[in-house]
């Protein structure tokens, strides 16, 4: 069996906390960055190693930085062999409504930055290492109905980034794919809070008539689905765009709810 590694960005807490354990428990060896949270993240690679017996790296460093993204893969590299599987989880989102005339430049940059410029920055610099293997797994995340660029009310910049990064998505599946590289997006629902650490054992008895499969997602829900897309069976699959929302109407619930 051939041993991979991961970089799962913003891998301490919510949904790449859940991913991390979901591929710890495949075997697969694990890079955690995280930026500022070393207890949580410490604490993270211990459970891990103790309980699965895999490798784990923490890498601090904020993303949104090319120079940072730059010293993570280096380090990445320095502590393994290779990084076969680059899950781009983290991205900032500001829960504030704004309109998109009242964003700061500085606003602005900094969701731009953070969802779309920080996977160009760690792709192009890790797609050479998964060419040289012929082979290699790249996971991006979205939000409803993403891949139509819909507008949504108040964010602007948020719902902007992701739409570029499903074009981008689709296009790395299209120019890697002679490398044995695929490329994926996983469009989460409206999945908050502690929802995002939970198992979805955890949703017996927890009913919520908002979400047409009757229950809650967890973080468990789109772990399951990345895990999948990493796998060697899954080599067919590329470029997709793929919902994971229970059947939510997740923007039509926002437009409600913000006027």
Request: contains cysteine.
């Amino acid at each position: 069996m051939i041993n991979r590694t991961a970089l799962i960005t913003g891998g301490a807490s919510g949904i790449g906390r859940k991913t991390a354990c979901q591929l710890a428990l495949q075997g697969i060896n694990l890079i955690i960055n995280y930026r500022s949270n070393h207890v949580k993240a410490e604490a993270l690679r211990r459970e891990l190693t103790e309980k699965f017996g895999i490798k784990v790296l923490l890498a601090k460093g904020d993303i949104t930085d090319f120079e940072q993204c730059v010293q993570i893969v280096r380090d990445s590299l320095s502590a393994f062999n290779s990084i076969d599987i680059l899950v781009h989880n983290a991205g900032p989102y500001v829960h504030e409504r704004k309109r998109m005339a009242d964003y700061s430049v500085q606003e602005w940059q900094y969701l731009i930055n953070g969802n779309l410029n920080s996977v160009f920055y760690l792709s192009s610099l890790i797609i050479p290492v998964m060419r040289q293997r012929n082979w290699g797994r790249i996971i991006t995340i979205g939000f409803d109905r993403v891949e139509s660029a819909p507008g949504w009310i108040y964010r602007s910049a948020f719902a902007a980034a992701k739409s570029g990064l499903a074009s981008l998505t689709k296009t790395i599946a299209l120019e890697e794919a002679q490398h044995g590289i695929t490329a994926n997006m996983v469009s989460p629902g409206d999945i908050v809070g502690d929802w995002k650490e939970k198992n979805i054992a955890d949703t017996v008895g927890s009913a919520d008539e908002t979400v047409p499969v009757g229950r809650p997602g967890t973080g468990e829900d789109i772990a399951r689905v990345i895990s999948f897309l990493i796998s060697n069976e899954s080599g067919y699959i590329t470029g997709g765009i793929i919902p994971v929302t229970g059947g939510k109407d997740v923007l039509g619930k926002a437009f409600r709810k913000e006027n």
